[in-house]
Structures are given as C-alpha cells and as structure tokens.
C-alpha cells in the first residue's frame, strides 16, 4: 500500500476539489414530507395502533403537526426556503460556516470526553499484543508511521478517495495536522497551519506531554524526516528527565475544562506572562500532541486532546495506514539504527500561580469524575461477518442497523429514535447528514419480532422492508436529499433575517426530537449565556458527538470496514454510544452509556444485539423450513 501510495503521482491529494458539485440545497417539499415519515413522525400512528405504552404521540398530536408543517410549507417556510437558495448561489457550501459553527465552535461542554472520539490501536491483534516495557519503542515506530502519512499528505501522493470513480471531497484532511481549536468565551476558533509543499511552508515539530510537562521537537532534520531510533532517542530522553525529576504542573489538563472556563484560564495564562503565549501557539501549530504515561491505559484528562474540524473517518483513516504499515514491516523497524546529532527536545515552561493550579486542580477533577460515570463495553461476534449478510443479500451497515433497533426494543420496551451517520463527501466540503433509522419499517418489524402470532415469512418480509427503507435513506441522505440539515439551514435563515421563530420548530413533537440541536440554535437567537439555562447546557454537550444534534437515545456510526475501532460517548443520559466496524468474519462493537443512568446498560445492549444477528440470519432461512 506504501509503495501504492507513493508512487500515485497521476493524481493529486486535493485535485478534485474545483471540480466537485457544490453541497445542494433540497426540495422543501420532499424534506418536510421526510420530515413526517420520519422515526420521529411516521412512526407514531403504527406504534398507537399498536398499543404500546407512552406513545411518542396521539393521533390528534400528529394531525396537529401535519397541520403546522402545511402551513409552514405554503408560508414563512417557502420564503425561508427561497433565501436559502440565494444563500447558496454564492456559497459552494451552504451549510460548511453554520454547521461548524452550530455544531462544534459553539458549543461550551468540555470537548474531550463529550466530542472527541477515541479508540485503541488494532495492533494488539497482530504483532504487538500488550507487553511490558515497550512503550517507547512502540511509539517512536508509530510516530514515525503517522509522520509518513504527514509527509505524504503534504506532497500530494495520498490518493484522492473516490466512490467507485467519482472522487470524494478531501479537504477535512487538511485539518489533521497542525490545527487546534482554541477556546473563545462565546465561540472557539480555529487554527490550521498546515500548507502543503506547493502552497509553502509547514510547521514540522511535535509535541510531547509526559508527567504533567510539555516539550516540542522537530521532526525533520537536513530535509528529512527522523528515523524511528532518532524518534526513540527524543522520546527516552523525555521520560527519563520526567522520571528522575518533579510532576509539572499538567496545564494541559485545562483543555478538558468547560469551553468558556478553559478560554478565560487561557486569558489568564497569557496575562501572566506573554512567553506563555508563545509557548501555546507552539502547541498549537503542532504536527500532532503525543502523551506518554507511565501507567495501563486509563482515562486522563491531560492528553490535550482537542476536537478539529474533520469527521473520524479521517482519524480512522491515518490510524489504517499506520496498522498496514505495522503490519507489512512485522512491528520492527528494519533500517538503520544510526542516530545523528539532532537537536534536544524544547521543554515548555509556563508561568504559573495558585490561581492556574487550582484551575488545573479543577478541570482534572471534573474530568475524571465526568469519565467515572462513562461505562463503555467492547465485543467482538464471530459467528459470522460481511460475507454471509452479503451472501443473503442484505447491506451489513443495514444488517446492525436494525439488529441494533431489535435488541434497544426488546431491552426497553419501545423503539430507539436512531441517529446514523451518513457521509455527504460527494460534495465541496461535504460532511453528514443524519439517517433516522427508527423507521416505520423498523419498528413494524420489531413488534412482529416480539408478537408469537407472526409467521416467520411475514417477520422476514416486514425486516425486508426494513432493509429497503433504510437502505434508500442511507442513498438519499448521502446524495444531498437529507431534511435535517435543511431545516437547520432554514431556522438559522430565520434567525439572521430577524424574523421569529417559525411554529414548526416551536411544536412539541419537534422539539421532543431535535431538543439538543436546536437548543444550541435558541441559545444563539436569544444571545443567552448558556450556563443560565440548565435545561439546555445539559443537551449542548451532546450535540456534536457524531455531527447529529438532537435528542437521540442511540448515536450510532459505522467506522468502516478495517481493524479500526472507537466509540464516542451518548448524546443524552438515557442513552446510548454504539460505533462498529465490519469485517468478512465478525463484526466489532464498541457501546457506551452512562453508570449514573439506571436505565441503560451497554453491556446487555451489546449481547442482545448479538442475539438478533442470530435471529435475523434464521429469518433468511425460513424459506428453507
């Protein structure tokens, strides 16, 4: 693959960025008929025809709602939708400002626990399985794996993703390197210093956090990158010098606070002393920040982890090329063990007081007790994987999907309002879209599931229509024909003309739905402090988790089809985390809820989600009985 990708120089990393169609802006009518087929409103009047307990709506509720969309669609929303179009006729991307904005700048909960997410390295499973004393080595070998793809990617010889031959936007890969998000007291800004070798010069040093100290170092020396015994040298002279002398003062740790606390300690830090400034604007422009600990894996607050404004998948991508490359070179660096006379690690040094001590004192207090109450339960099913789903014809995103609606029913009574990730990188800037995978079709299936009268013909064709509806949203979502972001970009609309906001947002069944999403817009139209609104802080913090927004009880992505694996936390307490990834033989799951919630338990999510897989592919062989 190495070889591959170096030698690509028929096409260009970001070549097809002129070229790609601008994000469209759909049909207002089929995104408010979306809207009511939605799992939020479709699904209403079959789950009340079907007796089950706390429906999400009555009939009259619906029929209510049916009347203020009506009304919406032949009034203010047409005008809002005609702006709209307006506002896209100068913009290639309508929504890239709002959506990073809305969604991620905005939002002032603690971005490490509740926005980032996170995952192990693959490599346990091959040649590196967890062994004492290997910490540096390793990691001087994955340093300098990453660099590669740094170097690659700053050359242009990082192929262009394509779908079949049609190329995906790529620019979110110009945010992994060298970008930061930098607290602000309303909003966070961000910070990309990364240029590639056309575009001129980069910045090409690292940082390094070990036993509550900083140090940066540069990673090319004469024009070229360090070598893993070079990477091995830096790294060991690090941990001995924070081994043999006093813990620094973690500042680091700030940057898991609140986003308002963190920009105001930073002000603070500054005026203290200006150098300080200096020394975070190197961490800030930064290839990457790798923390060293000196303890097994667990969760802290000081890895100075920051959310930039690119999506997991490209995370999930450098984090593939660097297990292929671990892989192919059998977890062993084979070339020279020279080490020339390269420059000392740069220890960064800051100012501080009591008051920045007790700040930090804080912030790590915070975080851990938030990271407390994070249950996360990772499981891997190998009865069977990808190749028996496609053998019986059924998508396998599809395939969890509604094993995952099936399994959150029977452990809780009713159905599970779903967000899925679809991506939209067809697009200039393209990001997601949000499938809604509580469908109609979803939750008609579920109950014949648990109802003894139902054939097993007609639970297999109600979980084919299932598949069907599902499989169509995921195509029409990824294509630009989504509704959730629309109506985003018609409230937001609304609210720069000044006008009110339009009855549709303010009707109950929207709002049971969208509370977390649209609580950040609300926030943003009153101009109110969020932390004088409990209510809405609570949901602020879930909003950005998987680019979603709103109030679902199962967040929910595929990570891909590799050995990469992660998760992120619940978009709301009662909720859950469920991220996944697909192979020939298995399917990989990570799920995350909150201890404090006595209602959810990943634990038994997972396992029941692995009981219809069974129950599903004996669906499939009913023809068979």
């Known amino acids: 693959m190495e070889n591959q990708l170096a030698k690509s120089v028929e096409e260009r990393t970001f070549q097809y960025q002129d070229s790609l169609p601008s994000l469209p802006v759909p049909s ?13 409103m479709g699904t209403l009047i079959i789950i009340n025809h079907f007796f089950i307990v706390k429906p999400f709506a009555n009939e009259d509720e619906y029929k209510k709602t049916e009347e203020i969309v009506r009304k919406f669609q032949n009034g203010v929303g047409e005008k809002l939708h005609q702006k709209l179009l307006e506002r896209a006729k100068g913009k290639r991307n309508w929504l890239e400002e709002w959506w990073l904005n809305v969604a991620y700048l905005d ?56 779908s079949g031959n049609t190329p995906l936007d790529m620019n979110q890969f110009r945010m992994l390197f060298s970008t930061c998000k930098v607290p602000g007291i309303a909003r966070d800004s961000i910070m990309n210093y990364f240029r590639t070798e056309s575009e001129g010069h980069c910045p090409s040093h690292i940082a390094v956090l070990c036993r509550g100290r900083a140090f940066v170092f540069d990673v090319l020396h004469e024009g070229t990158l360090i070598t893993p015994p ?15 002398e006093p813990v ?12 308002t606390r963190w920009a105001k300690a930073r002000e603070y830090l500054i005026g203290l002393d200006s150098e300080n400034l200096t020394l975070l604007e190197k961490i800030q422009a930064s290839l990457f920040v790798y923390s060293m600990e000196d303890t097994s894996p667990h969760v802290t607050p000081e890895d100075f982890s920051q959310h930039a404004p690119f999506d997991a998948m490209v995370m999930v991508n450098i984090a593939h090329y660097v297990d292929e490359r671990i892989l ?34 804080q912030a790590k207090a915070q975080h851990l007790k938030a990271a407390s109450d994070l249950q996360v339960t990772g499981y891997t099913f190998t009865a069977f994987g990808k190749r028996l789903t496609k053998k019986e014809a059924l998508h396998p995103d599809t395939f969890i999907q509604l094993a995952l609606q099936l399994a959150y029913y029977r452990l809780h009574g009713r159905p599970g309002c779903c967000y899925e990730t679809a991506m939209t990188r067809y697009f200039y800037h393209g990001r997601t879209e949000t499938v809604r995978s509580c469908t109609a079709e979803a939750v008609s ?23 069907a509806k599902h499989n169509k949203m995921m195509k029409d979502c990824s294509n ?44 943003i139209w009153f101009s109110l402090d969020v932390r004088r609104n409990a209510a809405p802080t609570s949901n602020l913090s879930f909003v950005p988790h998987s680019g979603g927004g709103g109030n679902f009880v199962l967040s929910t992505s595929l990570i891909g089809y590799m050995r990469i694996q992660g998760v992120v936390v619940p978009m709301v307490h009662n909720g859950y985390g469920f991220f996944y990834h697909i192979r020939d033989d298995r399917f990989v799951v990570a799920c995350s809820a909150w201890r404090s919630c006595p209602e959810t338990d990943s634990e038994k999510l997972v396992q029941m989600t692995f009981h219809a897989f069974h129950d599903m592919i004996q669906l499939m062989n009913t023809s068979h009985l």
């Not at 693959?122 to 004393?133: L, N, S, T």
Request: contains cysteine; charged residues 25%; hydrophobic residues 35%.
């Open 28 to 40: 207002l009518e089929e995104s408010l008929k979306k809207y009511l087929e939605s799992g939020d």
């Open 107 to 162: 939002v002032r909960m603690p971005s490490q626990l509740n926005v980032n997410f996170v995952g192990p390295s693959p490599h346990f499973e091959h040649y590196w399985p967890a062994k004492e004393g290997t910490q540096l080595e390793r990691g001087s070998i994955i340093l300098w794996h990453n660099l590669n793809y740094w170097q690659l990617l700053r050359r242009e010889k990082l192929p262009a993703h394509k």
């Open 230 to 244: 070079e990477l091995l040298r830096q790294l060991t002279y690090i941990y001995q010098k924070c081994c043999s």
């Open 248 to 259: 620094g003062p973690s500042v680091a740790a700030l940057t898991s606070e609140e986003r």
């Open 328 to 361: 192919e070179k059998e977890g062993r660096w084979k070339g020279s063990e020279k080490v020339r006379d390269i420059p000392l690690p740069e220890e960064l040094v800051f100012t501080v007081d009591e008051k920045i001590l007790n700040d930090i004192y």
């Open 445 to 467: 299936w579920c109950q014949s599931m648990q109802d003894p009268s139902t054939s097993l013909l007609e639970r297999q064709q109600k979980m084919l229509q299932a598949f």
């Open 480 to 523: 630009g024909k989504g509704f959730d972001r629309h109506l985003l970009g018609l409230l937001l609309i609304a609210k720069e003309e000044g006008l009110p906001i339009p009855e549709l947002f303010e009707d109950p069944l929207f709002s049971r739905r969208y509370l977390g999403q649209w609580a950040i817009v609300y926030i």
